[in-house]
Nanobody, 124 residues
């Protein structure tokens, strides 16, 4: 069982940066592939970024590639999402997710554990 708690969301202006954090419970964090998803009002939850359990492989949605960076610190049981050059269309609730030894991990259904989400609002 893994419990995930996101933090770091907030209200920013277009062009600003934010860093989201997701703290995980448990002693097997290093065996979990971690992902970030987001959901805007009236829209489906969409993939943002993922990082393999080793940290050696990362994947990004085309809409955030070059602006967002996912990373992890297995010693701290934490995964991060550094978001730069934020745009109003990045406004959403951002969720952290985990799946043990996940492989492709681009779809919400591939993840077993979810956090409660953190709101990111980008004003123009």
């Amino acid at each position: 069982q893994v419990q995930l708690v996101e933090s770091g969301g907030g209200l920013v202006q277009a062009g600003d940066s934010l860093r989201l954090s997701c703290a995980a419970s448990g002693r097997t964090f290093s065996s979990y592939t971690m992902g970030w998803f987001r959901q805007a009002p009236g829209k489906e939850r969409e993939f943002v970024a993922a990082i393999s359990w080793s940290g050696g492989t990362t994947k990004y949605a085309d809409s955030v590639k070059g602006r967002f960076t996912i990373s992890r610190d297995n010693a701290k049981n934490t995964v991060y999402l550094q978001m730069n050059s934020l745009k109003p269309e990045d406004t959403a609730i951002y969720y952290c997710a985990a799946v043990r030894y996940g492989i492709t991990c681009l779809r919400p259904t591939e993840y077993d554990y979810w956090g409660q989400g953190t709101q990111v609002t980008v004003s123009s």
